[in-house]
């Protein structure tokens, strides 16, 4: 049995927690950790975990621990990941992986040199319909690959937290490094040179002390293979949850995504049809989200190494920082 603590109570942890907890076999919550009590007791109660936590410090002197799914704001990555891999937890930690690439790369050294697993939270290449596509473009049926199209926009305003691009690192992060490592998984390559714009369409509150900040992007770029790239983000776009992508081939191409929260459509009488649009993450990317917590537990019963790795986060952050210097220095940035 892998005794898990996860470690920030938010949406995104509670649905690893939720998968630990009656979902994945052999594994058990054992702990639960947030600064912000109520959360960390809601969440203690929901899971009836024997273990609850104000910090991380504390919950990584438990020896009844064995794992820890990491989903605290992204600055606090590193720090949660260096003293979990010194007490010899394993590690799965949601991206974005880190604020930069030099914290990734401690964060893969630690990993290493205690001999855990790192596993960082990509949960696209664990859907089904991700992975059909990806099977279908290894064996050549659409050609050789020209174009990699992929958005992701969501219908919530940004959190004031993400105003200061430089803490947050803005939704090229929080939004996009989805889109990046989709990029380059179906790619097989890595970025040589992009150009991002950007803007605030959206946060009239945050334009005069944080005139950096956007909350809607495009990225266009090139690998090193020469496939070309596109990434569209955007928050509060309101009408729902969209993601989407698109790869072009010599001989076809393919489309990934749906915007149905369910496969019902209503026509009236007035002759309008209506189907219900897709509003969330959680529910369209639910059985990506098992899949991926089901291989962590996997790669630590039969020590395999994860489908998603600590270079995968790194490169995604790569990609996060030079297109947030493209935008704010409008120019192309080269990626060496």
Not at 11 to 28: C, D, E, L, P, S
Not at 35 to 56: C, D, F, N
Not at 141 to 161: A, C, F, M, N, Y
């Amino acid at each position: 049995m892998v005794r898990i603590a996860l470690i920030g109570c938010g949406r995104a942890g509670m649905i690893h927690a939720r998968n630990f907890f009656n979902k994945v076999q052999n594994a058990q919550m054992v702990a639960v950790v947030d600064p912000v009590e109520t959360a960390m007791r809601a969440a203690q109660q929901e899971l009836r975990a024997p273990y609850g936590y104000l910090s991380y410090e504390e919950a990584l002197q438990n020896p009844e621990i064995d794992a820890v799914v990491i989903v605290s704001p992204t600055k606090y990555h590193r720090d949660i990941a260096l003293a979990a891999a010194a007490a010899g937890k394993h590690i799965l930690c949601e991206k974005p992986m880190a604020m930069n690439e030099q914290e990734c790369d401690e964060m893969i050294a630690a990993a290493q040199a205690h001999g855990v697993k790192l596993q960082i939270g990509f949960m696209r290449r664990y859907d089904e319909s991700y992975l059909t596509a990806k099977e279908m473009v290894d064996a050549g049926e659409i050609g050789d690959i020209v174009l990699i199209k992929s958005h992701t926009r969501g219908p919530s305003t940004p959190q004031p937290w993400m105003y200061d691009i430089r803490k947050s690192n803005g939704p090229l992060a929080e939004v996009n490094s989805h889109d990046i490592d989709t990029l380059r998984w179906f790619a097989g390559s890595e970025l040589s040179y992009l150009f991002a714009i950007g803007g605030n369409y959206r946060c009239p509150e945050a334009r005069e002390k944080f005139p950096d900040f956007y909350d809607n992007v495009l990225v266009n770029c090139s690998f090193e293979n020469g496939i070309q790239g596109c990434i569209d983000g955007a928050q509060g776009v309101g009408y729902g949850y969209d993601a989407h992508t698109e790869i072009l081939g010599t001989r076809g191409v393919i489309h990934i995504g749906r915007t149905q929260d369910q496969f019902v459509t209503t026509c009236d009488k007035q002759g309008f049809q209506r189907t219900p649009y897709m509003t969330t993450w959680r529910k369209l990317f639910k059985d990506a989200y098992l899949a991926e917590d089901i291989h962590f537990v996997e790669c630590i019963e039969q020590d395999l190494s994860p489908r998603v790795t600590g270079l995968d986060g790194k490169m995604a952050v790569r990609v996060v920082n030079a297109g947030n210097i493209s935008l704010m220095e409008k120019r192309i940035v080269t990626l060496k």
